[in-house]
């Protein structure tokens, strides 16, 4: 089955900078890749996606990247900000099995005023 | 609109007794998902729904976890005789069709076994 490493584990970045999450997966069939913020005590929000037949997508602060060949995506937060500060989850899915997502096992991350 | 609900928010019971936890997901979403969170870990895929059917039980980890899904619309999760290392956050996800792939999750239930 799938598997997907995600590294580091934890990041703390001063506000404003940059923080770029990396995250590598095993099964040359997965064809989405969503990233998922979650707050202490929520449930995992979605917040950017990428698809196979894409190489990058951008949304405000947020891009993500897709490199197939090495079978790798990485999450890039521009200009933190506090409010940034949460745990990150990768994830992926063939869409096989209904679906179903096998997540990386997160990244804490505190932006520091 | 509202989205995944989830009770109780919190569950503390003691070793050897059957709980249950409930799951509503976003009106007309055919698709739904139960994940398993342990602490400081990254989500671990339990089973899902298709309609009121649950193709793969695979993802269940033992014979004590069991789940249905009525009415194309609530699942119930329950784990009959539990165990301390039962203690996880469970969340509920759901989806439009089992083909859309955004998952929208629910705030989970935080179940302590002591």
């Known amino acids: 089955g799938e598997n997907v490493e995600q590294h580091p584990s934890t990041l703390s970045v001063q506000e404003g900078d940059s923080a770029v999450i990396k995250c590598t997966y095993s099964?040359?069939?997965?064809?989405?890749f969503p990233w998922y913020k979650q707050e202490l005590g929520k449930g995992p929000q979605l917040i950017i996606d990428?698809?196979?037949?894409?190489g990058e997508k951008k949304d405000q602060r947020i891009a993500v990247t897709l490199n197939k060949t090495a079978k790798h995506f990485s999450l890039h937060i521009t200009e933190t900000q506090p409010e940034d500060s949460a745990v990150y989850f990768c994830?992926?899915?063939?869409?096989?099995?209904?679906?179903?997502?096998?997540f990386g096992g997160g990244t804490r991350v505190l932006v520091k005023p | 609109g509202a989205g995944v609900s989830q009770s109780p928010s919190n569950k503390v019971t003691e070793k050897g007794k059957d709980v249950e936890l409930r799951c509503d997901p976003i009106?007309?979403?055919?698709?739904l998902y139960w994940y398993r969170q342990r602490l400081g870990q990254g989500l671990e895929f339990l089973i899902y729904?298709?309609?009121?059917?649950?193709?793969?039980k695979s993802g269940l980890p033992s014979d004590r976890f069991s789940a249905e899904r009525t009415g194309e619309s609530v699942s119930t999760l329950t784990i009959q005789r539990t165990q301390q290392e039962d203690s996880a956050v469970y969340l509920c996800?759901?989806?439009?069709?089992?083909?859309?792939?955004?998952?929208?999750f629910g705030p989970g239930t935080r179940l302590l076994v002591l």
């Open positions: 099964d040359s069939a997965s064809n989405y």
């Open positions: 990428i698809r196979s037949n894409v």
């Open positions: 994830a992926a899915t063939s869409g096989d099995a209904g679906n179903k997502l096998t």
């Open positions: 009106s007309g979403h055919t698709a």
């Open positions: 729904f298709q309609g009121n059917s649950a193709p793969d």
């Open positions: 996800a759901s989806s439009l069709f089992v083909r859309s792939e955004t998952q929208y």
